[in-house]
């Protein structure tokens, strides 16, 4: 599925843009054709072409001249038309928009490649303009009493945020707070140890060592395929979700709180308390599919539960470590399902099953910026 590009312009494309035939202005890194509004504006024209081809951030929220309304972030919003790049690293492609680092810009998440996702973001700015959630605020009752709709919900957690030295946003902001966290030791420092004894107990009561292994060995391949339809059908069950707070709250505890704040290192893992609830369904199954032995039912969940170890673990690692050649591409490949293409790419452990049924990510190149647009 290819997603929507705006082209990224650099500094003296925008300025360029400073008449009232074509008037650009920026706020941050992003850029707006404001032509349209030059003659609308309550203020005067002469006032916006004042700031034409500039960056308009302080302006707007000044108190002394005039704090502008929503109404006039929203009219920005619909003609934001591409993203400011730094000279040294952007190239001109005239009218076929701009490439930044041989990557495009993102119209759905607003970046273009997966540094940006380690940037920093300003609270204050951030709710200003999008009417979100406020990042200087426990955000879980935000969320429960906003009212907003499932689009537009949807909208803003694909559109990742960071916060501020890598620590972790508040959810409850209360004593509450310690729950909703998980470090990634934990996974192994509980589930491994019951892995190993209900693997020891199963292969001594298979007494069959060829026999034991097939049965552990197609656990933990099947975690592969579970992993995948978890993580695509229930992770990402965005056109099915409920259009109510209980559904988007849910959806947001489950999986959308990690796509707002991908490099939150606290809330990247299962804690152990909602794994079980998960798994619950996978131990009857297995002892339901396995029913004439009991053992084989219990090597082939294990072999399961240490497919799921090892998925958590990489989840964790390609987030926030270097890692081997594989594992480089494993990374790559995960965050761009991050900050491109969140429709695509549900595989995190192996590519696999994506290949199988059609969900590679498959990164687009710039558009011409009329076509984008």
Not at 178 to 196: C, G, H, Q
Not at 201 to 219: D, I, K, R, T
Not at 243 to 253: M, P, Q, S, Y
Not at 300 to 318: A, K, M, P, Q, R
Request: proline share 5%; glycine share 8%.
């Amino acid at each position: 599925m290819t997603r929507k590009t705006l082209p990224t312009l650099t500094a003296a494309e925008v300025e360029s843009h400073s008449n009232a035939k074509s008037c650009y202005v920026t706020v941050g890194s992003k850029v707006y054709d404001i032509t349209s509004f030059v003659e609308d504006h309550p203020g005067g024209g002469d006032l916006i072409l004042e700031y034409a081809g500039k960056d308009v951030k302080d302006i707007l929220q000044d108190q002394v001249s005039h704090a502008h309304s929503d109404s006039a972030y929203e009219i920005l919003e619909e003609n934001l038309v591409g993203f400011v790049g730094s000279n040294s690293n952007t190239k001109s492609t005239g009218a076929n928009g701009s490439v930044v680092n041989g990557t495009a810009v993102y119209a759905s998440t607003g970046m273009s490649r997966e540094e940006d996702l380690s940037v920093e973001t300003d609270y204050t700015t951030d709710f200003q303009r999008y009417k979100f959630l406020d990042l200087n605020k426990p955000l879980l009752m935000q969320l429960w009493n906003s009212g907003f709709s499932k689009e537009f919900y949807l909208e803003q957690i694909h559109r990742p945020r960071h916060y501020k030295g890598g620590e972790s946003a508040p959810l409850f902001g209360n004593f509450l707070e310690p729950l909703s966290k998980t470090a990634w030791y934990v996974v192994p420092i509980v589930w491994v140890p019951p892995v190993v004894y209900g693997t020891y107990l199963g292969f001594a009561g298979l007494e069959n060592a060829p026999a034991s292994a097939s049965y552990w060995a197609f656990g933990f391949f099947l975690w592969s395929f579970i992993e995948y339809i978890m993580h695509r059908f229930l992770f990402h069950i965005d056109r099915f979700l409920p259009d109510n707070r209980v559904g988007i709250t849910l959806h947001f505890l489950l999986h959308g709180i990690h796509h707002y704040l991908p490099m939150d290192k606290y809330r990247l893992v299962m804690p152990p308390a909602l794994f079980i609830i998960l798994a619950t369904p996978f131990w009857r199954l297995a002892h339901t599919v396995f029913s004439y032995n009991w053992y084989a039912a219990l090597t082939v969940y294990c072999g399961g539960v240490f497919g799921y170890i090892c998925y958590d673990l990489t989840h964790y690692f390609l987030h926030h470590r270097n890692l081997p050649p594989y594992y480089k591409e494993l990374k790559k490949y995960h965050l761009q399902h991050h900050f491109a293409d969140f429709d695509n790419g549900f595989g995190v452990t192996s590519r696999f099953w994506d290949w199988v049924f059609g969900t590679e990510l498959e990164i687009p190149e710039p558009q011409n910026p009329k076509k984008a647009l």
